[in-house]
């Protein structure tokens, strides 16, 4: 669930492609997210895709008539202007080479064209076309220009295109959209301006070429972070090792696969980080060498050494009075089985933590590879905050709530002038 989209209203624009059948999938899921969805499509989406496709999934009336009126307060307002002004985001999905041609140009030719010129919000494209069309020097100076004004886009992504060939213009998958949509629209929140550094998922030793050490984490809470930081407006950075789960969108990941990779991947993050939250499963041990070639079995037992690994969180609280602006917060896991409460307080002191959150691994509702997480909150001045069972969404969300009030940001204005927009 993405709360930052509860109550929105958002303009899903569709112009004429093949694309236009995967913006069903997208006005569902802004449906399923509480926002109010209200379509409009050219003449040229309409014979792709019927308005009554849409209008049953957003249970709303789909426009596609300049010259029609809407019910609004009471009063009934040309539909472009009552649209325009009542919207939180414009969305156009797909966005073909036409419709970005017109709106670089403030052609005001159909209800789509005329819409995104009476509105002052946020905008997001998602274009969709031939890549000749794409790359072509009119469309890339119209792309410039509409980015110049501060529209964010999104792909188009390399793959199959409607003609059969390969190439760059396919539109970006809905998921995708409806994750920068939540960054979008969630830009200029409490975490404005701030950098959040987020790690996840279970490191792998390697072993051999083909085999690994590693633990059980899916990356679940940490992925369920990221986005929960990303919909306050933070600057994201998932530093993550393999995921079970999809990446977040709209936040810049950061791949690793081991212990001394995230380590360094965080080291080289953290002068530039205000809150760093290590949601990963590092492994303590590595094997002392790793084969370069297959191991081979034999009858006999197999023996492999290890070594320790770097305690990234250690480190970070072991340098803080060195560095102290930066993180302005650290924030640490403990997955525990036994002995729950000292371990947690214990790890809280010997890293130098802000914060730890607790969470018992063997309980079948908490821990690794479920939705849920029952979480107990220890804070260095001895306060201790046990949680009711929640999703793991929902522990994020509560998590980075948290940050905002430990970083004074709870009555924090929207600046008048909007912040720089990022590339999508
Ligand atoms: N952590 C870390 N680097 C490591 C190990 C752990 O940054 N090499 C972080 C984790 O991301 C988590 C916290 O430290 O936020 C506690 O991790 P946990 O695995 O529970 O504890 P350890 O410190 O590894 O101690 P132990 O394995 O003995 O319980």
Redesign the pocket.
């Known amino acids: 669930m993405a709360p930052i989209l509860s109550g929105k209203r958002i303009i899903l624009g569709i112009s004429g492609g093949i694309a236009a059948y995967k913006s069903v999938t997208l006005a569902s899921r802004f449906t399923q997210a509480n926002a109010l969805v209200d379509v409009i499509m050219t003449h040229s989406a309409a014979k792709f895709v019927a308005p009554v496709t849409f209008q049953s999934i957003t249970q709303r009336s789909v426009a596609t008539d300049t010259f029609e009126f809407w019910h609004d307060a009471g009063r009934l307002r040309i539909g472009h202007v009552a649209l325009a002004h009542a919207a939180d985001l414009f969305i156009i999905a797909p966005a073909t080479a036409h419709t970005i041609a017109r709106l670089a140009l403030g052609l005001s030719d159909d209800l789509l064209s005329i819409t995104a010129l009476s509105y002052k919000g946020p905008m997001l494209l998602a274009p969709a076309m031939e890549t000749n069309m794409w790359t072509h020097p009119a469309t890339m100076h119209n792309v410039q220009t509409l980015r110049d004004w501060g529209v964010d886009f999104i792909g188009p992504a390399e793959g199959r295109l409607a003609s059969g060939e390969v190439g760059e213009g396919r539109v970006a998958e809905p998921e995708e959209i409806f994750e920068v949509a939540c960054k979008v629209i969630g830009r200029g929140g409490p975490l404005d301006g701030l950098r959040v550094l987020i790690?996840a998922g279970g490191t792998r030793e390697p072993i051999d070429p083909v085999r690994f050490m590693g633990n059980h984490s899916t990356g679940k809470m940490g992925a369920a972070l990221a986005r929960a930081a990303r919909d306050l407006g933070a600057e994201t950075v998932l530093v993550h090792a393999p995921l079970a789960v999809h990446p977040p969108g709209g936040v810049t990941l950061v791949p690793v696969h081991t212990?001394h990779q995230?380590?360094g991947a965080v080291m080289e993050r953290l002068p530039k980080t205000d809150v760093l939250i290590?949601?990963?499963?590092?492994?303590?041990y590595r094997p002392t060498d790793s084969a370069d070639r297959k191991l081979k079995k034999s009858p006999k037992q197999q023996i492999i050494t290890l070594e320790r690994?770097?305690?990234?969180?250690?480190t970070v609280g072991e340098r803080r009075e060195e560095t102290r602006r930066h993180p302005r917060l650290v924030?640490?896991?403990?997955?525990?089985t036994n002995d729950l409460e000292a371990?947690a307080v214990d790890?809280l002191t010997k890293?130098n933590l802000d914060l730890?959150v607790l969470n018992d691994v063997t309980a079948p509702d908490s821990g690794f590879a479920v939705d849920t997480n029952r979480v107990t909150l220890f804070e260095r001045d001895g306060s201790r905050e046990a949680w009711p069972l929640m999703s793991k969404d929902e522990v994020a969300q509560a998590i980075m709530q948290r940050v905002v009030a430990r970083l004074g940001r709870r009555n924090w204005k929207r600046p008048r002038q909007p912040s720089q927009v990022d590339e999508p």
């Open positions: 790690t212990a995230m380590y290590g949601a990963a499963a590092v492994a303590d690994t770097p305690d990234i969180l250690q924030i640490g896991f403990a997955a525990e371990n790890k890293k730890i």
